[in-house]
DNA sequence: ATATTATGATCTATATATAAACCAAAGGGA
DNA sequence: TCCCTTTGGTTTATATATAGATCATAATAT
């Protein structure tokens, strides 16, 4: 039973949404396509595209995702995009990962 | 009225959150956090990460940026991100956008 | 091996995001 | 100017994501 929800976010991450919700607008309008258009196209209301636009954070990802693609935004692109890089390298050695995470004990070496 | 809300993604955003996802479990693990710990620090619950960290769409955007800024990941850095640029511009230019969209209507030169 | 801890999964109750239908106002074309 | 379209707000009903608790399993340290 959530008895709120009332989260914080950083400052970073509000302006991240914001602008990926900015951008999506302006690729919108660069296309030619009116709000009911893309949210058609991405499956969602208008609504919905409303607030994605207007940087709202409670939006899921997947519909967010969806319009930047349909628009054309790749936040991962097959170049040298960086985070792209580093996500190749993380699927690669996702394999290879240690599935649980345990504390650090410092190690000390008392027999010097 | 919701009908039934049951969307349709394309495969680029899927991969993108899952990607994202998984990206979000190595930071994590390389900085010897749990997942409840990180949970903590984003003040979500530790089934909320889990189901990010596995790419879950239908998860709000801004717990998913709000883990993701935590551990490190910058989907906008300073830098010479590309998307980075290309926010950077879109944010300038907003206030030069137009506010609505019109379909163009291919001017017929008829008096030729 | 044993104990301890992290993770994965399930279940319930509730807060809330969403779709849909409105309306008003702004914007752009003719 | 007038008309038509787009956008920005509501409001309402409902589907559902979430927090929190619990349990089983996996993984790691000692």
Do not use: W
Not at 41 to 63: M, P, V, W
Not at 83 to 98: D, S
Request: some cysteine.
């Amino acid at each position: 039973m959530p008895k709120s929800i009332k989260r914080t976010y950083s400052q970073y991450s509000k302006d991240a949404v914001t602008l990926l919700g900015a951008f999506i607008r302006e690729a919108r309008n660069e296309r030619n396509l009116t709000a009911q258009e893309l949210a058609d196209r991405a499956g969602i209301s208008r609504g919905l595209l409303q607030r994605i636009e207007k940087g709202n954070l409670k939006c899921e990802i997947g519909a967010v995702f969806e319009v930047a693609t349909i628009v054309g935004i790749k936040l991962f692109e097959a170049d040298g995009n960086a985070l792209t890089k580093q996500l190749r390298h993380t699927k690669e050695k996702l394999a290879l990962m240690p599935k649980s995470v345990r504390k650090k004990y410092k190690r000390v070496n008392d027999d010097f």
